[in-house]
């Protein structure tokens, strides 16, 4: 076959784009075609595939799954379900091999695929192997191409909740945001023994009620209110395809991911002295300092799902996790990002203390943050990466960085004594991803001065919202 496609929705972790704007079914077949020559070529012989609820998910199902058929690759039709249940199932029936259809937490017109190949997370070189496959008509044929439907959702809830032990019995809201873990998060927390206050969970690819993205604190809004009005311990929110966990506490209080890794760092680093924790660059330095103090190894890293996971398996650490939710266990669990999973493990945390979620949250170290900033420069189509460039070279000898330690391995971030900030352009959208922490209100506000005018330097046009 001989498709054209359009190389901007090979992305940094993943293939994602606006649905019949780039992405169609002839797109999908062909991504499947790619995808099932390249498993065929590693000797895999089965591929489990997922869809979340959006509208366009079961026609670029369709096509994906008549694209790795005509490679001989036997399909494992899973039906909807959240991300997390793919990456069970390929891990249990399919060598390893999977491939979610999903826009994660993106818009309604958005759509795409994630791919898993031989356990590891296609990404960078990996998912561009892809493209150029498509883009050379290298989609050979094979016999032998079959579908099977399967029903894991039960075998994925019975591993998981085999897994959790809760001390004392929680109340927890659960917000699915109309997303695809609506059908099975409020039971895994169901029968782990706690109170569940189910929200917006009905798959509805209209998403009627909030956009299903747990990092923008708009969306935590309703949560916080339920959690607070009727005394629940805490409340729980998940991304489209529930790969992504947002947390607030019983005071309706929003506890970023990264303030979560602490409590997490803590369980994993109590039975595994020494262990590796890896973190990505938006995430507080609080973080590390916990890390050390409980005898870990703290190891930040580059943004993305995909980045983190293969970090995890060339380190060797037992948990990873990112500022926009994505949280990995090697520690008694797959190391893949699930979010159901990581909720139940907070859960378990959580109720080893008599007191409640709050004041327990209460003891960790917290200074003043920003949530993530979104700048979107104007100008050409990559003018986020433009003005990366730019940045780079303006902030040579700049006398703003002065006492900062400079991290580059993923945008810029500046560790000062007392905060840090950080600016880089999003793999995922076209616009810069920015966040500031001081330990005082006046440290944050003369670190976001010092980038302010850096930035200016670099783009003096570029609106900035502090």
Known sequence: MSVQVSPSIFRAYDIR?????????????????????????????????????????????????????????????????????????????????????????????YNGFKLMLGRRTL?????????????????????????????????????????????????VAVDCGNGAASDIAPEV????????????????????????????PENLAH?????????????????GDGDRLGMVDGQGRIHWPDRLMMCFADDVLAHHPGAGVVFDVKCTHHLAEEVRRRGGVPDMWCTGHSLLKARMEETGALLAGEMSGHVFFRDRWLGVDDALYAGARLLEWLSRDDRPPARVLD????????????????????????????????????????GGTIT?????????????????????????????EGDTPEALARIQARFRALMHQADVTLGLPF
């Open 363 to 402: 003891d960790l170290p917290q200074g003043c943050h920003t949530p993530e900033i979104l700048v979107s420069p104007e100008g050409v189509e990559d003018a986020h990466d433009v003005f990366m460039a730019r940045l780079l070279e303006a902030m040579e000898g700049q006398e703003a960085l002065e």
């Open 17 to 109: 784009g606006v649905v019949e704007a780039g992405l169609d079914p002839g797109v999908a077949e062909a991504v499947g075609r790619a995808y099932g020559a390249e498993a065929r070529e590693q000797g895999s012989k089965r591929v489990a595939v997922g869809r979340d609820g959006r509208l366009s998910s079961p026609a670029l199902e369709a096509a994906l799954v008549k694209g790795l058929m005509a490679t001989g690759l036997e399909v494992i039709l899973l039906g909807c379900v959240p991300t997390p249940v793919t990456y069970f199932a390929a891990l249990e029936l399919a060598d390893g091999n999977g491939v979610m259809v999903t826009g994660s937490h993106n818009p309604p017109r």
């Open 123 to 171: 990404h960078r070189e990996t998912v561009q192997r892809l493209r150029r496959r498509i883009a050379e008509d290298r989609l050979p044929e094979g016999p032998g191409g079959r579908c099977v439907e399967a029903e894991v959702t039960q075998d994925y809830l019975h591993r998981l909740c085999n897994d959790i032990h809760l001390h004392r019995p929680l109340s």
């Open 408 to 436: 580059r391995i993923d945008g810029l971030r500046v560790d000062f004594p007392d905060g840090w900030g950080l600016v880089r352009a999003s793999n995922t959208t076209p616009c810069l991803t920015l966040r500031f």
């Open 189 to 216: 927390y169901r029968r782990l023994g706690c109170r569940v206050e189910p929200l917006f969970c009905r798959v509805d690819g209209h998403f009627p009620n909030h956009h299903p993205d747990p990092s923008r």
């Open 223 to 239: 949560l916080a209110d339920v959690v607070r009005r009727q005394g629940l311990d805490l409340g729980l929110a998940f991304d």
